[in-house]
Nanobody
Framework: QVQLVESGGGSVQAGGSLRLSCAAS????????MGWFRQAPGKEREFVAG????????DYADSVKGRFTISRDNAKNTVYLQMNSLKPEDTAVYYC???????????????????WGQGTQVTVSA
């Protein structure tokens, strides 16, 4: 079992930056595909970014491409989401997720992830 804890959320003005961290415990994340999702009030949870086991491949939602960067440090058992040029529409609760994967690929489907963190709030003001 993997436990995930997000941190780094907060309030920022449009154009600003935040770096989210997802610290894993219980097991090493090395064999887990990792992802970030977000959920805004009244909306469904959506994919934001994903990274494969080794960190060599990533994928992003179109809405964040060029602004967000996902990365992982398997030695520290941590996944990061660097968010730049933030917009008010990025306001949401951000969740980290993990999926045990025997294949070294990015996983983008919400239902494919088994383990979830409790989320961290990101608020972007205009």
């Amino acid at each position: 079992q993997v436990q995930l804890v997000e941190s780094g959320g907060g309030s920022v003005q449009a154009g600003g930056s935040l770096r989210l961290s997802c610290a894993a415990s219980g097991r090493t994340i090395s064999p887990y595909a990792m992802g970030w999702f977000r959920q805004a009030p009244g909306k469904e949870r959506e994919f934001v970014a994903g990274i494969n086991l080794s960190g060599s491949n990533t994928d992003y939602a179109d809405s964040v491409k060029g602004r967000f960067t996902i990365s992982r440090d398997n030695a520290k058992n941590t996944v990061y989401l660097q968010m730049n040029s933030l917009k008010p529409e990025d306001t949401a609760v951000y969740y980290c997720a993990a999926r045990f994967s025997g294949v070294d690929r990015v996983v983008v489907t919400l239902l494919s992830y088994r383990y979830w963190g409790q989320g961290t709030q990101v608020t972007v003001s205009a």
